[in-house]
Nanobody, 114 residues
Framework: VQLVESGGGLVQPGGSLRLSCAAS????????MSWYRQAPGKERALVAT????????NYADSVKGRFTISRVNAENTVYLQMNSLKPEDTAVYYC????????WGHGTQVTVSS
């Protein structure tokens, strides 16, 4: 089982990034997929979730209206489009799969700084 995140990097405030998470080794379409983030000195926190059934989404209040989670089951991939980025969005972003089991990726660093 693998979840491999990509797309992180350094971006200026107000900029955009698109994170990708490529899944393998399990039946992706059965799993709810989420993005979490962990900033230095803080606990890991849920950012966004997309269900496996009807594709409904849920977001942390801090990212509503700025971030969009999506999935393409045919590609076994989940995305996180991040717009209007703020310095407080700086964190390591993790991909998470949940159904019968829980799987985590290793994370990708996002730094928002001028």
């Amino acid at each position: 089982v693998q979840l491999v995140e990509s797309g992180g990097g350094l971006v200026q405030p107000g900029g955009s990034l698109r994170l990708s998470c490529a899944a393998s080794g399990f039946t992706f379409s059965n799993y709810a997929m989420s993005w979490y983030r962990q900033a230095p000195g803080k606990e890991r926190a849920l950012v966004a979730t997309i269900t496996s059934t009807d594709g409904s989404t849920n977001y942390a209040d801090s990212v509503k209206g700025r971030f969009t989670i999506s999935r393409v089951n045919a590609e076994n991939t989940v995305y996180l489009q991040m717009n209007s980025l703020k310095p407080e969005d700086t964190a390591v972003y993790y991909c998470h799969a949940r159904w019968m089991w829980d799987y985590w990726g290793h994370g990708t660093q996002v730094t928002v700084s001028s």
